[in-house]
Nanobody, 123 residues
């Protein structure tokens, strides 16, 4: 089994920055690719960013491209999301996901999920 724990969420003003982290434990060989998703109130969960196991391939949603950066440290079993130039529309619960096969943009690919961390951006 794999456990994922996110941290780093909080309240920030528009234009500010936050860094989310996700630490994985358990069967570390089974969750090479990792992704971040978010869900705002009343909306469906959406893809934000993903990174493959070796860290040399990343994907981003168009809405965050150029503002967010995903990175991974396999030695520490962590994946991070640096969020800059935050906007009120970035407000959501952010979830870390890991493992599986297929498109890194698809939530259904990932068997392991964290509990989520709240990000609130005030205008």
């Amino acid at each position: 089994q794999v456990q994922l724990v996110e941290s780093g969420g909080g309240l920030v003003q528009a234009g500010g920055s936050l860094r989310l982290s996700c630490v994985a434990s358990g069967r570390t060989s089974s969750y090479r690719s990792k992704g971040w998703f978010r869900q705002a109130p009343g909306k469906e969960r959406e893809f934000v960013a993903a990174i493959n196991g070796s860290g040399d391939m990343t994907e981003y949603a168009d809405s965050v491209k150029g503002r967010f950066t995903i990175s991974t440290d396999n030695a520490k079993n962590t994946v991070s999301l640096q969020m800059n130039s935050l906007k009120p529309e970035d407000t959501a619960v952010y979830y870390c996901a890991a493992g599986g096969k297929g498109s890194m943009r698809e939530a259904t690919r990932y068997p392991y999920w964290g509990q989520g961390t709240q990000v609130t951006v005030s205008s």
